[in-house]
């Protein structure tokens, strides 16, 4: 059974950091393309950020670039966002996603075959 399990979510001021986790099971984690989403009610689920099977080649949106950083451990089957001066439009609920596969239009949600449930994230200004 495939599961991705994100945690880390919260509330945070304003120029705060968080750390979110995404473990995932049932699959062989060391050959899936990992990302990161965000979806706020009303709106698309957008993409975040990206990084390819093992760690060498990395994609962020452009309003997060220099403040996350998606990263990989795969003997642990994890792939974490570090999201560091957080933004009150930061807040949503974040997804991880996994696709098999090569690098290929990583920032499109319908390339990933597996998500888990979200966790929520909140800006407070």
């Known amino acids: 059974q495939v599961q991705l399990v994100e945690s880390g979510g919260g509330l945070v001021q304003a120029g705060g950091s968080l750390r979110l986790s995404c473990a995932v099971s049932?699959?062989?984690?060391?050959?899936?393309?990992m990302g990161w989403f965000r979806q706020t009610p009303g709106k698309e689920r957008e993409f975040v950020a990206a990084?390819?099977?093992?760690?060498?080649?990395?994609d962020y949106t452009y309003s997060v670039k220099g403040r996350f950083t998606i990263s990989r451990d795969n003997a642990n089957n994890t792939v974490y966002l570090q999201m560091n001066s957080l933004r009150p439009e930061d807040t949503s609920v974040y997804y991880c996603?996994?696709?098999?596969?090569?690098?290929?239009?990583?920032?499109?949600?319908?390339?990933?075959?597996?998500w888990g449930q979200g966790t929520q994230v909140t800006v407070s200004s």
């Open positions: 996603a996994a696709r098999t596969g090569a690098w290929y239009r990583t920032r499109f949600t319908m390339h990933y075959e597996h």
């Open positions: 049932g699959l062989t984690f060391s050959s899936l393309v």
């Open positions: 990084i390819s099977w093992n760690g060498g080649t990395t």
